[in-house]
C-alpha cells in the first residue's frame, strides 16, 4: 500500500460514518500540532461531523487510555500516536495515526488502526514532512477544495524546523502547491519581526536569540543610535540601507556565537504571507507556540479559527511567555550550559520550557559541537528534551530512538526524531541519567531501530 492508497482509505473510513458521529482529535500542543488539527478539524466540519480537539503536552499511555475511554465514534491521532499504537488498537475502536516521529511498529494497518506514518512510506519525517503536512494531504483526499488549508501545513511544517534550508520533499510540494494556486504569497528577504517598534521585537527576539541583545533593552537602544534608526520605527518603515545596516550587525552578532550554519541562512530570507493571517507565517507560527507553551492552548487553537478577534490577545500572551523564557535563556547565557564530555545540558522547572528552551539553545548557544539536553522534575517524574544540530545526525545520531532506549532502562516512554526527541521517565537519579546518557552517546550510539 502506498501512501495515496492509505490516505484514500483513511478518507472512506471518515466519510463511512454516520453524519451523527462525533470524531475525537488529539494532537500535540506545538506549532505543527495545533496546525495539524485545525487542518482535520476545518476537514472534517467540512464533511458535517460534530468534532472534540485534545491538545496534549507529554503523551504518556495513561493519558492517550484515558481520552480513548471517552464517548466518541472514532478517534484521529496528529502529530503523535506512532509510540501507542499498542495502546490504540486494543481499544478497539476506529482509529488514524498521522505522525512523522520514528515509528515502533512498522504495520500499517493493526486491527482497527490506520498508521499514516510518513516514514513507513520512505519519506524523512525530520525533514519532509511534518505532522500537518500529513494532516493537509488527508484533508485533500477528502475534498480537493481543502487545498486553501495549504498555508497552515506550511505553518506547521515551520513549527518544526522543516523550513531550514528551504523547504523539500512533501513539505515542498504543498508549498509550490500553495503559491501556485494563489493562497500565499513570498515576501522580499527580511528579519523575522513583528509590527511593533524594532527596539521592542528585538528585545523579546527568541528564535533567533540575539547574544547580549535579546531581554536587553538599553543595549538594543545603544544600538540603534549608533546605527542612525528611531528606537520607535517599525521595521516595515526603515529605509534599504538602515535594513543593511541592522541585518550585517546582528548576523555579526550571531555567527560570532558559533550559531548553527543551517539556521544561520535562515536568519534574513523570504518570508510566507497569506491573506487568512495578519503577518508572515515565521511570525505567527513562534507566536502559537509560545501561546501554548504558556499553558494557554485553547487560545492557540481558537486564533486559527478566528484570527482577527484574537490577534491582539495571542500576542499579549506570547510576548509575556517570551519575557519568561528570555530571563531564563539570559541565566544559561551568562553562566554558561554544563558539560560532560558527550553533552551539554541544563535543568529547568517547568519541561515545556526546557523543551522550547532546548531547541533555541541548540540553535544560537555555542554547544561545543554536542547535543543539548534539557531536564525537568515533575512530581515523580523526570522529562527530558534533546536537540542536535543536522551535521550531527548526518554523522549518525539518533536522538529518537536515544530516548526510546533511556526509557527502557530507567522506565518510561520516549521517542521523537532523529534531530529532536523527548522521554518522560520514572524517577530517577539525575546524575544516572547524565552519565547513562554520555556514555552511551560516546560509544556512537545511533539509535538504529
Known sequence: MDLRDCLRRCSEKIKSLPKTSRIRIISHYDTDGICSAYILAKAIEREGFDFHITLLEHPVKEEIERLGDEDSDAM??????????????????DSIILDHHQPEDRDVIKGSVIQVNSNLFGIDGDTDASGSSLCYLLAKEMNKENIDLSPFALMGAIGDKQSLGGFSGVNREIFDEARREGFIKISRPSLKLGDGPIIREINLSVDPFYPGLSGREEEIGKLLDRLSIREDARYSEIGGEEKKRLHSF?????????IDPLVANNIIKER????KLPLNLDVISEMIDACSKSNDHGLALSFLFNPEDLYERIKRRSEAYKIRIIEKLREIEDRGLKETRNIVYFTCDKAGDGSYMSGIVSSYFDCKNKPVFSFSKDRNKIHVSCRARRKMVERGLNLGGLMRSIAQRFGGSGGGHKIAAGATLEETDLDEIVRYIDDIIGKGYEGKV
Do not use: A, V, Y
Open 76 to 93: 484521529i491521532l496528529s502529530d503523535l500516536g506512532s509510540s501507542f499504537i499498542d495502546t490504540i488498537s486494543k481499544m478497539g475502536r
Open 272 to 275: 510566507i504571507l497569506t491573506e
Open 250 to 258: 546582528l548576523m555579526l552578532t550571531l555567527l560570532r556565537n558559533n
